[in-house]
């Protein structure tokens, strides 16, 4: 998360000299990469040098939100994740900032990835987009063909991610 934030923060100081505009970054991610995305959001970015964050809006492609339940999972013997840390890495339990974020999962995920994808949803009203109104379900993708489809400019998460830009 950090060194997310430090590249974010690089860009956006940084990014013009090198052909980026920093006034339109739109941030985005799929799985703990969307876990990532929703962190840019709660950064105090104010202790990092800046007035307001340092983008413009995000993806959040089935994303995790809630670390809480991976305390229970047999690979937490390796992330030795608490209660504390899954809390304090948890986006949907923090405050955002007030860009919006287009939350997507595919329709054919588990319960959990569509879970955490409401979760988020509901837990940060004010980073709705406007005229979404709910989290972009996917039809016919699961968690790993899902990103397909921003190979087609005229699907909805295409759309809803261009839009970002003009937002």
């Not at 304090?88 to 595919?106: E, K």
């Not at 190979?151 to 003009?166: C, G, I, K, N, V």
């Amino acid at each position: 998360v950090d060194e997310s934030r430090r590249a974010l923060a690089w860009l956006a100081r940084e990014g013009g000299t090198h052909g980026a505009t920093p006034a339109r970054i739109v941030v985005g991610g799929h799985s703990a990469g969307g876990h990532l995305t929703a962190m840019m959001y709660t950064a105090d970015w104010r202790a990092a040098g800046f007035a307001a964050p340092p983008f413009h809006g995000g993806v959040s492609l089935s994303g995790l939100h809630d670390l809480r339940p991976l305390t229970l999972f047999s690979a937490n013997a390796d992330w030795k994740l608490d209660d504390a840390e899954a809390t304090r890495m948890s986006p949907a339990l923090a405050n955002p900032a007030s860009l919006p974020l287009v939350v997507a999962v595919g329709a054919g995920e588990t319960p959990e990835f569509v879970r955490q994808s409401q979760l988020l949803w509901d837990a940060w009203p004010a980073a709705r987009p406007a005229g979404a109104h709910g989290i972009l379900a996917i039809a016919r993708r699961h968690h790993f063909d899902v990103v397909f489809d921003y190979t087609d400019p005229r699907s909805a998460l295409t759309q809803a991610t261009l839009a970002l830009f003009d937002a």
